[in-house]
């Protein structure tokens, strides 16, 4: 078995011959091969290309594992992983290296109308716009009732996770104010729960991640090194999955809908039979998101609890709208320290010692940074 020569491949992810022969045997024999959701990307990588976009060796015509005449282990090879997504996929912008996911969807379907209206060039440049923008959309050529929306990649917001207060009322604020411009462009999201807001974290890896392995480095052969979020300039957060968003054209009308569907099980006025507020529902569920991943976890935001619990009232009416919430936010936070917000985030669960040591931490941290804002002043 030839060994490869290029220096690039990390001696611990290099097999032995009688491994390498092994994995050339069962990869000839279909261990690797392309799944059907794969066949179906990779048939249409050529359309991909003519649009201008470059998917991953793996789902290229003609493929040949990269592994195969090396001593590589394929599972450290990184055209070795699967498709883990039928309707999506990652792929490069070949204008300019951008990496992109690109999603197939039905023509006429809502999401595909709602993603595109709020990606006119006049809302973009609205900086409280926190729908994912669409950078294009095209039709199958073969498949007429078939279109790709091709959106900048995104990872989950909370990764890396967050470590100070600032930084998580941060998200709090662009999230908000993200949710009152939708509402007042008359569209009402309808499944706003945690696994539909995502982050864009490329300025927080300045030497990139993996598109479908986020916490590996884009060869996946070494962890992905974050920057912290402190360091970063500006951090976007972002709304995606608009496939049962609801938009009202008509102010006559009742602004009222019906249905079940979506990822947050708590939700309580959902009905098929009875119609309810959307508008109201997403004003609960993003103060869940915010409930149950911040509130419940630390214990630095006391004083947003009353905000949270208006807007996860049982009774919709009771709830405030978008924009009050964001308002009534806006004003709470504006009357909180400095110091308050650059604190770490402190675990309900912290035992003592850690408790201790990182009180330490914080307050040093703080005295350097008063130095360096008394430096900054007096020059």
Partial sequence: MPVADDDDFPKWARLTAERAAYFEKATNEGLFRLTEREIWWRDHADLLETHGYRLRPRFRPNWKPSWLGTDHDPYQSEDSAHLLKSQIIDATRIKDGKAVVIKRITNGAEEIRVSTFFSTPERLKDRRNHCVPIL?????????????????????????????????????RQLLEGLEFMHEQNVAHRDLAKGNIMMDGHALFPKGFHPTSQMRDPSTHYPAEP?????????RYYIIDFGISTTFTDPSEPRLVTGTMAQATNIPELSDMKPYDPFAVDVYTLAHVFLDGFMATYTNFSYLLPLMKKMASIKPASRPTAAEARMEFENIVRTVKGRTLRWPLRPREEGVIRRVVGTFAATAREAVFLANSIFRDSH
């Fill in 227 to 235: 920057l912290r979020r402190r360091d970063v300039t500006e951090l």
């Fill in 136 to 172: 294009d959309h095209f039709q199958d050529r073969t498949q007429h009732d078939l279109s790709f929306i091709v959106m900048p990649l995104l990872r989950k917001f909370d990764d890396p996770p967050f470590q100070s207060a600032g930084e998580v009322i941060e998200f709090m």
